[in-house]
């Protein structure tokens, strides 16, 4: 299973549609919520009183956002667990808490509600599905299903519509930044999921992580480090040396597509164009999509600049 993405933030999210789907009483051991406030509580109150979001009340309170997460809504809020804040690297929590970061943490806090109710059907909803939409920062998040757990950006839910009084919770797994310049492009992102190294190391030897990081937008169908590892024994230090540069480059070349392809575009495709020139097939067999011999693991994973498919083998273009 990939882990995807330390910097992950409270999103908010158009999952309220079945708001009855998994109330707070029904929550799995695993997140284990401590109460079960009834619906005439407000997000801030219930939030609170379950136990596992002290940290996210905190950050709320001290942003001067608490009022507005008790105003009518309704609203939907992404909520990080205190386990998934802990994931931020050593310091964020009190570079933000200072009073010149005042606004940036309110843009944070605000990239994790949407104000109004979205319409997104958890039960109705089909691997490969994604939905973009817009949250109180400006920005949007991405809401997308694979392999039956849904994500919102990099982070999984959890636990869904938690009910309350001026909306609902939906419990992710990991903090969420919203987009700024450089610090969300493909690469960043990549880099951020820990499980692209080998991948990283070979755009900057190819000269492309730059490429990767411009305006684009770019779909990038990525190699784990898990599946360069299937290479045979040898291929990526021969690659990564200054003479096969030019082979290396059309490599990864062939893992990218100009424009944002999501999985829902890939499963009405029969092939994918390549920035190398050559296309890459798309099967789907048991609800799964594969590019050539190789698997996708996770689909449209966000950046600033378009979107990363894991995939579970590198792909080798014929020519």
């Known amino acids: 299973m990939l882990r ?10 158009p999952l309220l549609a079945l708001a009855d789907e998994c109330p707070l009483a029904q ?31 905190s950050l709320v309170i001290a942003a001067d956002l608490d009022e507005a997460l008790k105003g009518d809504g309704p609203f939907t809020v992404f909520a990080p667990t205190d386990d ?10 009190e570079k933000l808490l200072k009073p010149e970061n005042k ?4 843009g ?3 990239y994790h ?51 309350c009084s001026n909306g609902s919770i939906q419990v992710i797994d990991a903090v969420l930044l919203p987009p700024t310049a450089g610090s969300n492009t493909i690469p960043a992102v990549a880099e951020q999921a820990g499980t692209f190294k080998t991948l990283l190391a ?13 305006e684009g937008p770019f779909t990038v169908f990525a190699p784990t480090d898990d599946a360069f590892a299937k290479l045979p024994k040898g291929t990526v230090e021969k690659l990564l040396k200054p003479e096969n540069r030019k082979q290396l480059v059309s490599i990864l070349k062939y893992h990218v597509v100009s ?22 097939q798309v099967n789907i067999k048991d609800g799964r999509v594969s590019l050539n011999n190789s698997t996708v693991q996770a689909t449209d994973v966000a950046a600033s600049n378009g979107l990363i498919h894991a995939i579970d083998r590198v792909l080798m273009p014929k020519h």
């Open 4 to 13: 995807y993405f330390l910097f992950a933030s409270l999103l908010l999210s």
């Open 27 to 57: 929550v799995s051991k695993k997140t284990s919520l401590k109460s079960a406030p009834a619906a005439t509580t407000n997000i801030l109150k219930t939030a609170a009183s379950a136990g596992q979001f002290r940290t996210l009340v």
């Open 84 to 93: 998934a804040f802990a994931k931020l690297p050593k310091g964020t929590l």
């Open 103 to 106: 606004e940036a943490l309110q």
């Open 108 to 110: 944070i806090l605000k």
């Open 113 to 163: 509600v949407l104000a109004k109710k979205p319409s997104i059907n958890y039960g109705a909803a089909a691997d490969g599905e994604t939905y973009e939409l817009k949250t109180l920062q400006g920005s949007a998040v991405t809401i997308a299903k694979g392999d039956g757990a849904f994500r919102v950006n990099q982070s999984t839910i959890a636990v869904r519509n938690i009910a």
């Open 202 to 214: 070979a755009l900057k030897v190819a000269e492309l992580a730059e490429v990767l990081a411009g």
């Open 259 to 280: 424009g944002k392809v999501t999985a829902r575009d890939l499963v009405k495709k029969d092939t994918v164009s390549t920035l190398q020139g050559e296309s890459v």
